[in-house]
């Protein structure tokens, strides 16, 4: 019995080994994919830190005037601007700063006391550039600190070393909101992408190559329908299963972080509110149409060129993959992305939902994302009809 | 009316080079007769038929179908041939009706008539009992028949069978044989491959006989049989099929059974 097993077992990994997709699977995905990944997420935070390093912040002082080394150190800083604030302002933006420090007044008498006394820089971990601005004024914060331990040991005549610890803290002033839409922005068009790319393989590779496999393409060829509205019909199809896809995605993901997390009030106060609001959600739908389109003929002349469904297969995955990838590329943004990455399909749409999502539409960037996505899916529309009416092509073996 | 005139078709193969799957192919087949294509698998039966059917481009020579040349208007063709394939298999996930109203759409037929001519054909082809049934739940016969149907749907002159009883049994087969016989009779022109010789017998007029892509010998059961010396059409077609292998022997060509 073990040995017919074993039998089993060497033909079964024979006929594996001889299909491509197995390679793939065992030994291609694990050894360049993930690897690929994992180097292509640590490039885009190492990247990511560098813009952050480079970006020009504005910082609110509020009080600054008690610690006189505290100006001089921050004009030190490069890449930040200060401005004098007369008193903590209701929000960030109104101030036009990207964040604030606030030395609380009569800090020079505290201390002495003993009092106890807070220094805080207000910042909005929701907001790149806030979030860059608290980064870089952390070695401020220490230089706050230092003045005020030596404030607290010339008045007590005491050694530094025997100063209490002062209360030097940052605070995330984002509100849930803020969060939500930030965290909205970030992977909404990730997962949109996803869903798309999922929602169009199927039916692309079993309208084309299944027609193919179930002999049924003759048949077809045989009709007096030319051959340009055959894969016409077929690409609008596959359109319409993205765009489903697509539009459920969106209702899914507001259902579960509006709908949902509101029912289950502790879900609700430990979670972000991811919140879109009905104009964002059709605009990011009208989005998805242009990639929709590129996919679903990118795929369907895969699938015209496919030999067999397992072939046809195979080759949605790479495309699959290129859209993860491509997902993941659009991470690499903090504040405006440059123009060249609208004008990569997949990507151009990502980028173009955040700013959506974060009302930060640039007409420009709008326009070459549309406008590349409908050239480039017009381009594989035409490969596929010209695909699907070569006969090298739909009889290969 | 179905002529062809001197048909080639070359595939090109990376590690072969120009393969002739079909060689000066000619015949013609007037309405309301039936031609049939006798050959081994790999003759050129499938290829000369997808030809007429234009799914295949002609490398030289020519076809004209109903007096339209398929290298000039392949579209206009198409509009007039009805084409079944013996292994070409159905939607499953459609009903009869549906895969019916699908195939009558794509001939441009008007909704109208599509329904009146399912209404009419589902008394000929005997559809009535599975037509709203998923063509996956269908037995083989059952589907045979509505691929059948399929091809009379938008009633074209020309009727195009390539192996159409391959896979189903006898009584299948006679069903089928059958149907071709009664649009035989209302004067459609008919063109039949098989590599059944009884079918060949029963239902062809004419007979060409196939082999390496050539029409090796062409005429009606009867002739061929004189021009044998007498003997079954299956005695028939061995012994001009052998004399080709006899022939590719003498000069020295290596055996390609």
Known sequence: MRSRAWSVCRKELRDALRDSRTIIAVFVVPLVLYPGIMLLMGWIESQNKKDEGAMQVRVGLVGEAQLPGLVPALKSMEGVTTVSLDRVPPNLESAGVDAVLSIPPGIAQSIPRGDSVKVELLYKDADHKSSAAEKKLRPALDEVRRELTVLWARSHGAPVAQAPAVAVETRDVSSKAEEGRFMAAFIIPYILVFMVAAGTMHLAIDATTGEKERSTLETLLATSTPRRDLVLGKVLAVIATALAAGLVGIFGLWFNFTVLAGLMPALSSQSVQLTIRPDQAFFILLTILPTAIFLSAALVALGCFARSMREGQTYATYVYMAAVVLGLISFRQLGAPPMERFMIPILNTALLQREILTDTVVPMHAAVALGMSAVVAAIMFVIATRLFSNESVLFRT | MIEVLDLCKTFHDRKKGDIAAVSNVSFTCSPGRVFGLLGRNGAGKTTTLRMLATILYPTSGTARIDGIDVNENPGEVRKRIGYLSGDTKLYDRLTGRELLTYFGELAGMSPASIAGRIAELQVSFQLADFLDKRV?????????????????????????????????????????????????????????????MTEAERICDEIAIIERGSILAKGSVDSLRQSNGGGSLEDVFVSTVDKVFREEAARGEPVRP
């Not at chain 2, 391959?166 to 009664?182: F, K, P, T, Y």
């Open chain 2, 136 to 196: 996956g739940r269908m037995s083989t016969g059952m589907k045979q028949r509505l691929s059948l149907c399929r091809v009379v749907l938008h009633d074209p002159p020309v009727l195009i069978f390539d192996e159409p009883t391959s896979g189903l049994d006898v009584m299948g087969a006679r069903e089928v044989l059958r149907i071709v016989l009664d649009l035989k009779s209302k004067g459609r022109t008919i063109i039949f491959s098989t590599h059944i």
